[in-house]
Structure formats: C-alpha cells, structure tokens
C-alpha cells in the first residue's frame, strides 16, 4: 500500500523557518500528476497550501502563503519539499502531504487520493 511519508514539523519562534519533506513509500513519486500540501488547524477545515506538478514546472500557492512558502521537487530523490519562512503563528497546524494520479489544476482535498499521516508545525508568537 502505497504511503506518503512527512518529516520536518516542529516548534519555531515566529519570523522562522521550517523545511517539510514528504516521500512515498512503495511507488515512486515521478508517478504523481500532482504532490500537494494542506494544513488544519485545530477546528478548522483542511485547506490547501501549495502543490506542485509532475515535472515541477508549475506550482500552486495559496494566496495566505505567497511569498513566504515555496514548494519543490527532488525526483532523483523522490521527494517534495515545503520551504517555509517568516512563520506567523497562524500558520500552527498538521500539515499533510497528498498526491493524486490524474492531471487536473483542483486544490480541493477530495481530488487527492494519497494522503500522510501529518506533521505538526506549532509557531509561536
């Protein structure tokens, strides 16, 4: 059964930086159309960050992380990464990874078919 792996969530000091990684495991991630993030925060829906393409070519930002998160893609590696800066504490939250198989430019959380276990990304004030 194929599983998507995150690593990297802890706790930083608002303004800081963290890096999210997220692998599969049992199938190669050069076999996803898209690698996305989502995040919830406690009472809240899951809502999309930022994905990615299969080639990497084009990328996907939610207008509350623009500028400060960047999304990437390492295939000789088989990993997606989550480089996020200037952390505010309203980005605390579970973030998971997901992909899907299929080409389509949906963010919503139902058209992605793998999803992580999550990390938790605690940023405090």
């Known amino acids: 059964q194929v599983q998507l792996v995150e690593s990297g969530g802890g706790l930083v000091q608002a303004g800081g930086s963290l890096r999210l990684s997220c692998a599969p495991s049992?199938?190669?991630?050069?076999?996803?159309?898209?690698v996305g993030w989502f995040r919830q925060a406690p009472g809240k829906e899951r809502e999309f960050v930022a994905g990615?393409?299969?080639?990497?070519?084009?990328?996907y930002y939610a207008d509350s992380v623009k500028g400060r998160f960047t999304i990437s893609r390492d295939n000789a590696k088989g990993t997606v990464y989550l480089q996020m800066n200037s952390l505010k504490p309203e980005d605390t939250a579970v973030y998971y990874c997901?992909?899907?198989?299929?080409?389509?430019?949906?963010?919503?959380?139902?058209?992605?078919?793998?999803w992580g276990q999550g990390t938790q990304v605690t940023v405090s004030s």
């Open positions: 990615i393409s299969q080639s990497g070519a084009t990328k």
């Open positions: 997901a992909a899907r198989s299929f080409y389509s430019n949906s963010r919503s959380p139902g058209d992605f078919g793998s």
């Open positions: 049992g199938r190669s991630i050069n076999t996803y159309h898209m």
